[in-house]
C-alpha cells in the first residue's frame, strides 16, 4: 500500500445541500420492493441459473411477498428469454406481480426485449444507461450531450413500441447508471430527458432508478444525492424513485435506509445480498431492519431457513454464518455472561409477557423468522452454568437448581474444554447424568419401603455397599429423615439434607421423576445428588445415594 494514498486516490465530492432534511426524518413504511436476484443477482454467478433453477427461486420470491421481480435481461441470453416466455406462457406469475425486464438503450436488444413479454400480464421495462464522467470518457468516449442522446433514443424506441404490448399493463423504468458517480446536475438532466418522451403523469407514474452501481462514497453522501434529486427534479409527483445500491464499501444496507430517509420510495437489491463484485443490497435486512423496529416489511421471512434453503441450492451461493439475521451463528450465544442474560431475557419474555420485545443480545424474537430457540445457546469451553442449564432445560425439561447449576457448570466445563469442541444438549445431559444419576459406589440401590404410623415414619432399604448386601432401617419424620437415621445406624458419617427438589421429567424419560437433594456433611461441606426413578419417593432415595457417592 502507498505511503501516502492521496497521490493515487482522492475522496468523493460532497453535494452542496446544506439544508439538507433527510436526518431528522424516520423512517415510518416499507418501500415498494423490487428482487433482482434473476437479473443483477445471477450474472454475478460464476455459473448462472439455469431455466429450473429460476423457476424456483422466482416462486420462492414470489411466496415472500414479492410484487416486481426483475426476471432477467431477455435480449442478453437464451436462457433469460426462454425463462420469461415460460413465467408468461405457463401462467406462473400471478396476476399482481410485475415481471421486470432489463434492457440497454440499443434498438436490437429493445426489440427483442419486447418480443420477450408479449401476453405478460404486467410488465416493467427498466432501461438504462452509464452516465459517469468515468463511463463516458473511458467506455462511450462520448459528450454529456451524446450520453443524453442514447438516453432519449431508447426512450422512444421503447415508447413506439408499446402498442406492440396491448392487454399487458406496463410501467417504465429509467435507470442513469452509476449514478452516484454522476454529477447530480447531469443525473437530473438525463432523467428529465427520458421523461419528456415517456411523459409520465401522478396517474402513470414511471419508475426513476437511482443507482449505487459502484459504491464510491459514504451513505450519507447518496442520501444527499437521492433528497437533491428529489428535490430538483421536476414532476416529483409522477415518479416512483427507486434505489438500487451495492455493497463495495460494506455499507449497501445504510445507504438504502438512508437513501429511504431522502424521499425514495423503491428499493431493488437480492436476498442476502448476492450481487456483481461485494454483492447488491441485501433485501432480507433491510426487511428485517425495519421489522425490528415494529414496521410491517410487507415481505413474509417467516421461514428464513426454507428460503436460505432455496437460495443456495440454486445460486451455488452460501450464506455466512455471520450474515445479519440470516447467518447459523447471528442468534448463538456461547459466551457465558451472554448466555445468562439471554438464559434471564428470554425467562421473563415467556413469563409474564412484556409488551416489546427486549431480550439482551437479541434483535428480534428468532422464532418469528423461524429459527429455534434451541440454536440460540450453544455451549463450547467459552460457555458457563447459565448456557448448560439453558440447554438441559430446553432440550430435556431438566431444571437444574440454581445452586446445583453452580457446582455442575464447571465440572461440565472442564470436560467440554477437554473436548476443545462445541457440545451437544445430548452430551451434556449424558455428563449430568454419569456425574449424578449414574453414580452407583460405593452406594447402589437395591430397593425402599416405607411404613407411617402416628406421624413415624419407618423405613427398609435393601443397599449394596462397594458390592456387598447391606440392610439399612431408620425412623424420623419422614422417608428422608428415616433414611438419614438409617444410614447412622450403618456408620456412615453424620450428614444433613440441606436442599431437595423435585419434578417430572419430559415424556423422553417415560413417566419419570428427578430429585436433586443437597447434602451438608459433619465436615461443613456441601454436595448434590441426583436421582430419576418413576416413583418420586424412591427417585429421592437415589439422589441422596447419588450425593453419597460423589463425597
Ligand atoms: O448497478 C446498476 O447500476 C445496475 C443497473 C443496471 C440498474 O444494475
Ligand atoms: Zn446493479
Known amino acids: 500500500m502507498l505511503k501516502d494514498p492521496s497521490k493515487k486516490y482522492r475522496a468523493f465530492p460532497p453535494v452542496e445541500l446544506p439544508d439538507r432534511r433527510w436526518p431528522n426524518r424516520t423512517l415510518t413504511h416499507a418501500p415498494l420492493w423490487c428482487s433482482v436476484d434473476l437479473r443483477d443477482g445471477n450474472q454475478a454467478l460464476a455459473v448462472p441459473m439455469n431455466v429450473s433453477q429460476k423457476l424456483e427461486l422466482f416462486h420462492a420470491l414470489v411466496k415472500c411477498g414479492f410484487k416486481e421481480i426483475e426476471v432477467g435481461f431477455p435480449s442478453a441470453s437464451n436462457t433469460e428469454f426462454t ?11 400471478p396476476d399482481d406481480v410485475w415481471l421486470q425486464v432489463l434492457v440497454q438503450a440499443r434498438e436490437d436488444l429493445i426489440e427483442r426485449t419486447f418480443e420477450s413479454l408479449v401476453g405478460a400480464k404486467r410488465a416493467i421495462i427498466h432501461m438504462y444507461n452509464s452516465t459517469s464522467p468515468a463511463q463516458r470518457r473511458v467506455v462511450f468516449g462520448k459528450s454529456k ?3 443524453k442522446a442514447i438516453a432519449v433514443n431508447g426512450a422512444k424506441l421503447i415508447k413506439d413500441r408499446l ?14 447508471e452509476s449514478f452516484s458517480a454522476t454529477e447530480v446536475e447531469f443525473a437530473k438532466e438525463i432523467s428529465e430527458a427520458v421523461m419528456d418522451v415517456w411523459q409520465p403523469t401522478p396517474q402513470r ?11 464510491v462514497a459514504m451513505p450519507n453522501v447518496y442520501a444527499d444525492q437521492i433528497e437533491w434529486i428529489c428535490r430538483n427534479i421536476k414532476q416529483r409527483d409522477s415518479l416512483i424513485i427507486s434505489l438500487h445500491t451495492h455493497n463495495d464499501r460494506c455499507t449497501g444496507v445504510a445507504a438504502t435506509e438512508l437513501g429511504l430517509l431522502a424521499g425514495a420510495d423503491r428499493v431493488e437489491g437480492t436476498l442476502f445480498g448476492n450481487g456483481e463484485r461485494t454483492g447488491n443490497l441485501d433485501l432480507v435486512t433491510v426487511a428485517l431492519n425495519l421489522y425490528m423496529h415494529g414496521i410491517d416489511p410487507r415481505l ?6 426454507s428460503l436460505i434453503e432455496v437460495y443456495q441450492r440454486c445460486t451455488e451461493m452460501t450464506v455466512p454464518q455471520r450474515h445479519p439475521y440470516a447467518g447459523e451463528l447471528v442468534f448463538t450465544a456461547f459466551s457465558g455472561s451472554h448466555q445468562d442474560a439471554i ?14 420485545w427486549d431480550v439482551p443480545y437479541l434483535t428480534i424474537d428468532p422464532a418469528d423468522i423461524g429459527r429455534e430457540y434451541s440454536e440460540v445457546i450453544r455451549v463450547n469451553s467459552q460457555s458457563g452454568k447459565g448456557g448448560v442449564a439453558f440447554l438441559l432445560d430446553s432440550e430435556f425439561g431438566i431444571v437444574l437448581p440454581k445452586d446445583l447449576q453452580r457446582e455442575f457448570g464447571p465440572i461440565a466445563n472442564v470436560e467440554v474444554d477437554r473436548l476443545g469442541r462445541e457440545v451437544s444438549g445430548a452430551e451434556l445431559k449424558a455428563m449430568f447424568w454419569r456425574e449424578y444419576v449414574e453414580r452407583d459406589f460405593p452406594w447402589q440401590f437395591e430397593g425402599f419401603e416405607t411404613e407411617s404410623r402416628n406421624g413415624v415414619v419407618k423405613c427398609r432399604g435393601r443397599l449394596l455397599r462397594e ?9 424420623g419424620n419422614g422417608p428422608l429423615a428415616a433414611l438419614v437415621h438409617g444410614f447412622s445406624t450403618l456408620g456412615v458419617p453424620r450428614f444433613e439434607i440441606t436442599n431437595y427438589f423435585e419434578h417430572a421429567l419430559s415424556s423422553g424419560e417415560g413417566a419419570s421423576a428427578i430429585s436433586y437433594i443437597q447434602i451438608k456433611g459433619a465436615d461443613g461441606k456441601s454436595r448434590w445428588g441426583a436421582g430419576v426413578d418413576t416413583n418420586i419417593e424412591l427417585a429421592s432415595v437415589r439422589a441422596v445415594l447419588s450425593a453419597l457417592n460423589r463425597s
Open 163 to 176: 402498442p406492440r404490448l396491448a392487454g399487458t399493463e406496463v410501467m417504465l423504468q429509467y435507470s442513469p
Open 300 to 305: 413474509d421471512f417467516s421461514d428464513l431457513s
Open 145 to 147: 450531450d451524446e450520453i
Open 83 to 93: 425463462f420469461n416466455r415460460r413465467l408468461i406462457e405457463e401462467r406462473r406469475a
Open 467 to 475: 458390592g456387598n448386601p447391606v440392610e439399612l432401617s431408620g425412623e
Open 343 to 356: 438464559k434471564k431475557g428470554l425467562a421473563e419474555w415467556s413469563g409474564e409477557p412484556r409488551t416489546h
Open 205 to 215: 407514474k414511471m419508475i426513476l432508478n437511482l443507482p449505487d452501481t459502484v459504491e
